[in-house]
């Protein structure tokens, strides 16, 4: 059973390659075309992904796309008409974009695998969908060493969740329970990284590695106006301090005043202010991360966890997890953004989908190392360092 999971038209497109169960090939677009975060059709990445496994696209069985269009759509849609007519302006944006080229995502995707591959194939036919959060649970769970786990997915947005906590158990992935758009914990990280005048879905890395230089001044204001933290780490927003439900930026202008100022210009010179936001907001989320998983822990009993989702590339708060010791063991899908919503969307299809068991060698996880193959002068190819 041969699988093509794929992520692309957001941000981070990619492709993964999964041959009876076992992940063949995978790789991010970005890397081919050198254009940072690239949402493109993965196609070099796919392209990449056969000459690796020696298959011809005839051989594909299953295309699987990692998130379902139609959801998103009817996110856009019930978030304009909760806060309508505030979001009219944004809703207008957005619609031509679906209408366009997202609502029709099936033929979109189905006339690139024409483009790539020629017509004498029915792709569509072989094309499924997988739902977002899904994709990265899946990426987290079934590549991992352990037989099972608690598996917390944490990121932006996806189609509705934000958030979810699920048990996997040999080839099986069951959702215990979801926190929804527009509360989301990496969104509330989003508008941090805007409003302290960085790149949203980009550089979010920035604000983590400028929180050191900081003290965390805001985050008892964070805490007291902009979110809501339970024990067992659920937690819901303040909207009436962020724009992305009803306009076209992160925050708006009561967020503005509540922290003093406008954002800060992208470019300008940095000072301890955007230092101790970028503290604070690490430590907030730093807090909802330890509560989610401590919440997780004791609900479901596991002793294991497994992490993906775009929050899960915060390294300092995964450190802390693990210095924590909530978990046994905690294992992280090396690729936590969407572009490892490729590997998940393939092997969510091959467990779940198509029922095929799992083969778990203790210990060992099945991401064989995620080092990319690159070829060198003599036409062979060797492992990168
Ligand atoms: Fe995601």
């Known amino acids: 059973m041969r699988i093509l999971g794929i992520a692309a038209y957001y941000h981070d497109a990619a492709a993964c390659l999964v041959v009876d169960g076992e992940i063949v ?28 496994s020696k298959l011809r696209p005839a051989d594909i069985d299953y295309i699987v796309f990692y998130d379902k269009p139609f959801l998103k759509f009817e996110r856009l849609l019930e978030t304009y008409l909760a806060f309508a007519p505030k979001g009219f302006q944004s809703f207008v944006t957005a619609l031509p974009v679906w209408l366009k080229d997202k609502l029709f995502q099936k033929s979109v995707i189905t006339n690139e695998l024409r483009t790539l591959w020629g017509k004498d194939t029915d792709w569509e036919s072989r094309l499924l969908f997988s739902e977002h959060h899904l994709s990265h649970a899946a990426s987290a769970f079934f590549p991992s060493p352990f037989q099972r786990a608690a598996v917390l997915t944490m990121d932006g947005v996806g189609e509705w969740t934000t958030t979810s906590l699920a048990v996997g158990s040999g080839n099986e992935l069951n959702v215990h329970k979801e926190i929804h758009f527009p509360h989301s914990l990496g969104l509330l990280y989003s508008a941090l990284t805007y409003y302290t005048g960085f790149k ?65 210009q992208p470019e300008s010179r940095l000072g301890q202010r955007e230092m101790d936001l970028a503290a604070s907001v690490q430590a907030v989320t730093e807090e909802v991360v330890l509560k989610l998983a401590r919440g997780v822990a004791k609900s479901t009993g596991e002793k294991n966890l497994c992490l993906a989702g775009g929050v899960a590339l915060n390294c300092v708060a995964n450190g802390k997890l693990l210095r924590e010791n909530i978990f046994d063991r905690i294992w992280l899908q090396p690729a936590a953004g969407d572009a490892g919503g490729a590997v998940g969307a393939a092997l969510g299809a091959y467990h779940i989908m198509l029922n095929q068991p799992r083969k778990v060698t203790d210990g060992l996880d099945s991401m064989k190392g995620s080092y990319p193959r690159i070829p060198n002068l003599a036409g062979g190819t060797r492992q990168s360092d």
């Open 25 to 52: 090939a995978a790789a991010q677009e970005e890397r081919f075309t050198r254009k940072k975060h690239d949402p493109g059709f993965p196609e070099n990445a796919i392209a990449y992904c056969l000459t690796e």
């Open 200 to 264: 949203v879905n980009s550089g979010e890395y920035k604000v983590m590695g400028l929180a050191p230089y900081g003290e965390p001044r805001y985050a008892t204001l964070i805490k007291d106006h902009l979110i809501d933290i339970k024990d067992d780490g659920s937690f819901a927003l303040n909207m009436s301090y962020f724009n992305y439900c009803t306009g076209l930026t992160m925050t708006n202008e009561r967020f503005h005043s509540l922290f003093g100022g406008p954002p800060r």
